[in-house]
């Protein structure tokens, strides 16, 4: 069973900056994608960002891309979401996710594993 923890989230000024983190168990962390998503009230669960096995390969939505950066330490089992210039409209829950494979995809049903979110707040 992989258990997936996420910390970092809280409440920042639009323009302001936020490091999502998101730690996995188990020993083979480095051999899957990871992703990031995210839920707005009242909305659906939507793509943010993926990464593949290695960090070689990284995806955005056109809505944050330009704006967050993920990344990964293989070593320390972790992968990370660094938000620049957010904007109301980027609060949510953030949610990280393992792909059930090595390579990123953005559909949301690529993931078996989930973590129990972090809130973003982003006031204008």
């Known amino acids: 069973q992989v258990q997936l923890v996420e910390s970092g989230g809280g409440l920042v000024q639009a323009g302001g900056s936020l490091r999502l983190s998101c730690v996995a168990s188990?020993?083979?962390?480095?051999?899957?994608?990871m992703g990031w998503f995210r839920q707005a009230p009242g909305k659906e669960r939507v793509f943010v960002a993926a990464?593949?096995?290695?960090?070689?390969?990284?995806y955005y939505a056109d809505s944050v891309k330009g704006r967050f950066t993920i990344s990964r330490d293989n070593a320390k089992n972790t992968v990370y979401l660094q938000m620049n210039s957010l904007k109301p409209e980027d609060t949510a829950v953030y949610y990280c996710?393992?792909?059930?494979?090595?390579?990123?995809?953005?559909?949301?049903?690529?993931?078996?594993?989930w973590g129990q979110g972090t809130q973003v707040t982003v006031s204008s």
């Open positions: 188990g020993r083979t962390f480095s051999s899957y994608a």
């Open positions: 996710a393992r792909n059930r494979r090595h390579w990123a995809t953005i559909e949301g049903t690529a993931y078996d594993y």
């Open positions: 990464i593949n096995w290695s960090g070689g390969s990284t």
